[in-house]
């Protein structure tokens, strides 16, 4: 038999709201960029172990340098900067030394400015030759020459490489041949600088190319190509 008064149960609904973390997934952002930052470690690695040992070093040594600049850089960049502009002045002085006083000379001689110093270029010409013809002689045009330029040179302390060129007629001399011929020549050069008051300690090098390195490229048996070079060295900065 039913209640006269029921009781009524009274049913609440309530909506549930459901939060999400956004930066849940934040570290899946930084474990991908671990993962491609050891591929590339990895990777590179690998294109280093088929590298030779010289290119070993370069590697290394770029990386020596960048440390090197991140360090003191401006400093660095402002000593080169300072020393590079001192050696060109430097160069240019001696250049325009020596041009001036073989003016006269135009034929002979040519004065050239490097990035690691000048070079002295005395050929053949026409008129005069620097040696005798299949000797290593200098002809008495030659030790005028050589005074001259050793005038130009003599108070400056670098160092000195002579190099001795032919052209590519045969040396038909005996089993001798142009390299015996052109490295012969290259040391009659030191002896003429020497006779001229260049110090023995500032020769550097001495060497003989044959006609391996001829100045009329389109026609090694030019006369010209028949020449004594004289190099004088200029320090590069090194930054170690």
Not at 74 to 96: G, N
Not at 97 to 110: F, G, T, V
Not at 180 to 200: F, G
Request: charged share 30%; proline share 4%; no cysteine.
């Amino acid at each position: 038999m039913q209640s006269k008064n029921p009781q009524y149960i009274k049913i609440i609904k309530r909506s549930r709201r459901i939060f999400l973390h956004r930066e849940g997934g934040v570290w899946k952002i930084a474990y991908a960029d671990f993962i491609t930052s050891m591929m590339i470690f990895f990777l590179s690695m690998w294109l280093l172990s088929l590298v030779s040992n010289t290119g070993k070093s370069v590697f290394s040594e770029y990386f020596k340098k960048a440390g090197r600049l991140e360090d003191g850089g401006a400093s660095v960049l402002r000593m080169q900067f300072m020393f590079e502009r001192e050696m060109k002045q430097r160069k240019e002085l001696l250049k325009s030394r020596i041009e001036e006083k073989i003016a006269h000379m135009s034929d002979n001689l040519m004065v050239e400015e490097l990035d690691n110093g000048i070079r002295i270029q005395m050929m053949d010409s026409q008129e005069k030759n620097i040696f005798e013809s299949g000797s290593a002689r200098p002809t008495p045009a030659a030790e005028a020459l050589f005074k001259v330029v050793a005038d130009g040179i003599w108070n400056v302390p670098n160092k000195i490489t002579i190099e001795g060129h032919t052209d590519s007629v045969p040396y038909a001399k005996g089993a001798l041949s142009n390299w015996e011929l052109s490295t012969m020549r290259a040391s009659a050069a030191r002896l003429e600088l020497e006779k001229n008051n260049i110090p023995p300690f500032r020769i550097d090098r001495i060497v003989g190319y044959a006609d391996t390195r001829p100045i009329i490229k389109n026609n090694p048996a030019d006369r010209r190509n028949r020449r004594i070079s004289i190099f004088i060295a200029f320090e590069q900065m090194k930054l170690d």
